[in-house]
Nanobody, 128 residues
Framework: QVQLVESGGGLVQPGGSLRLSCTSSGRTVRNYKMAWFRQAPGKERDIVAAISWSGGDTYIADSVKGRFTISRDRAKNTVSLQMNSLKPEDTAVYYC?????????????????????WGQGTQVTVSS
């Protein structure tokens, strides 16, 4: 399985910005669709953004569209989530995930069960 490690979480005031990074091991991660999910206490884990193997196709959840941007550097095996104009409701543990079973040319998949490899999560807290 692909090993994923997130970083960049922390405490930020409303309206502030954070950049999360996900680092993966192995060259094969370049062939995988990647995604960011988040989970608040007592809530289900929901997708925030996803990106194709090439980086040319992205999905952004409506709740964060216009504020969050997903990108990847395939040469460095990293996927990033730039979060701007943060709101208290963005507070959650953010997870990086790899769609290790999907086709390299398939459409982006949005379900938690579509992703087979997960990072440990990084806490994002938006509060004044």
């Amino acid at each position: 399985q692909v090993q994923l490690v997130e970083s960049g979480g922390g405490l930020v005031q409303p309206g502030g910005s954070l950049r999360l990074s996900c680092t993966s091991s192995g060259r094969t991660v370049r062939n995988y669709k990647m995604a960011w999910f988040r989970q608040a206490p007592g809530k289900e884990r929901d997708i925030v953004a996803a990106i194709s193997w090439s980086g040319g196709d992205t999905y952004i959840a409506d709740s964060v569209k216009g504020r969050f941007t997903i990108s990847r550097d395939r040469a460095k095996n990293t996927v990033s989530l730039q979060m701007n104009s943060l709101k208290p409701e963005d507070t959650a543990v953010y997870y990086c995930a790899a769609d290790v079973s999907g086709s390299i040319y398939g459409t982006l998949r949005l379900g938690q069960n579509d992703y087979g490899s997960w990072g440990q999560g990084t806490q994002v807290t938006v509060s004044s």
